[in-house]
């Protein structure tokens, strides 16, 4: 996926929101160094023009790792987003470092191979089931760390704060494998990883108890913060019951909102919620496989996009990892829920794959073909059945291409 050094003349590429033909990127250990345009004056020979739509590797911001393992095993009942969570928990049950490790590999093999370049790890499966640290704190952490190496991919360890089974509950069951009993313990265990590959996230307002929310985002300043927000209408419910506010304005209260931070899938906010996350310039990561998935509802992209938002994109669950899908699920959803068409540009949703997903993990080298940035590429086969004839262009990427088309030999 990163070019080899050297001269590369590709067919046709996404530099900024335009697709251009026989565009020449020079490269240096793993950094484009010149683009420019193929002339036939003046130009050292080329080697062999790499066919297809070629475009920077996306930003998946949000992924747990270990719910691959739930992939077609949860789809044979009714149910909502919390009968399906005690499946997960049964699965969170039985992982050990090694087969979590060994999950975690493959997880983010697939994603490598549909044009992933970058993960967002939201890992909050901490200690062994009983609440038991390892011998190593941190071993479960390290395995995710040593799967994305393994895989060959770029990873923000989000390593997520997770205290309580609800407000004013205590962790229970499976929970206490993610309990590191206060965020002043959490914060020390992450500490202790000393890498700088390592963000930090706060579960949910339901996960971490007021007091203890600015705990956290102290801990992670200068570093990506995301939070699971307003998934569910119950978590809404709860928090005004207990605080007489919505989960956006108790984080907004305790400074967690900002441009490091990144909040999940926001889906069931007021307007003051949606100002409140413009005005911070705070990123909303919306994984609409996942949400569709678990029946959890349709957020406010647009919206929160216009207020100031940025928009980043998430595979979450892994129920699909297919980013391109991630893109056009946006739109229509949107159509679903306004019962009107073009809502967002294909421009638009690919600077959320790529430029904007890549700055909200804290990677702001690469995300855009730019002198300076990775040259962390992906090329789209424009012949198969799905891209055939539809053109060189950033709609063919959102709204015909698959990561099936990902091409293996680019």
């Not at 020079?26 to 193929?38: D, K, M, P, S």
């Not at 911001?61 to 949860?74: E, P, Y």
């Not at 931070?261 to 413009?278: C, E, K």
Request: net charge negative; charged share 20%.
């Amino acid at each position: 996926m990163t070019l080899a050094d050297g001269r590369h003349v590709l067919q046709h590429a996404l530099v900024g929101d335009e697709v251009l033909d026989e565009v020449v990127v020079e490269v240096a250990g793993g950094v484009i160094t010149e683009v420019g345009f193929e002339t036939s004056a003046g130009r050292p020979p080329h080697p062999a023009v790499l066919a297809g739509l070629t475009l920077p590797a996306f930003a998946n911001c949000h992924s747990h790792a270990f719910h691959r393992g739930l992939r077609g095993h949860t789809q044979t009942e009714r149910g909502t987003f919390w009968t399906w969570r005690e499946q997960m928990y049964k699965l969170a049950a039985e992982l050990t470092p090694d087969s979590y490790f060994e999950l975690a590999r493959d997880v983010y093999a697939e994603m490598v191979a549909t044009g992933i370049g970058a993960v967002g790890e939201f890992h909050y499966l901490h200690h062994q089931p009983d609440g038991t640290p390892y011998d190593d704190p941190n071993e479960m952490g390290k395995a995710l760390l040593a799967a994305a190496d393994d895989a060959g991919i770029r990873i923000r360890l989000l390593d997520t704060c997770y205290l309580t089974a609800g407000i004013g509950i205590e962790a229970q069951g499976v929970q206490r494998r993610f309990s590191d009993g206060d965020a002043h313990r959490w914060a020390e265990r992450v500490a202790a990883l000393a890498d700088d590959r390592v963000g930090a996230a706060i579960h949910s307002v339901r996960a971490v108890p007021r007091d203890q929310l600015g705990v956290v985002a102290r801990a992670a300043a200068g570093r990506p913060l995301h939070v699971h927000l307003s998934e569910q209408v119950a978590e809404n419910e709860a928090c005004l019951a207990a605080y007489g506010l919505t989960p956006t304005q108790l984080l907004a209260e305790e400074d967690v909102l900002g441009p490091m931070t990144s909040v999940v899938h926001a889906t069931h906010l007021t307007a003051t919620d949606i100002r409140l996350l413009g005005d911070s310039g705070t990123y909303s990561c919306f994984c609409p496989t996942t949400e569709r998935d678990l029946a959890d509802g349709i957020g406010p992209s647009r919206t929160l996009h216009a207020a100031g938002s940025p928009l980043t994109l998430g595979s979450d669950s892994h129920a699909v990892i297919d980013l391109f899908e991630e893109m056009r699920a946006v739109e229509m959803h949107e159509r679903l829920a306004t019962q009107e068409r073009g809502h967002w540009s294909a421009a638009e949703l690919l600077a959320a794959a790529t430029r904007d997903g890549h700055a909200s993990l804290g990677f702001a080298d690469a995300g855009t073909i730019a002198v300076g940035q990775r040259a962390d590429l992906v090329t789209v086969d424009l012949g198969s059945w799905r891209t055939r004839g539809t053109g060189a262009t950033p709609e063919t990427l959102v709204f015909a291409a698959t990561a099936a088309d990902v091409r293996r030999d680019a």
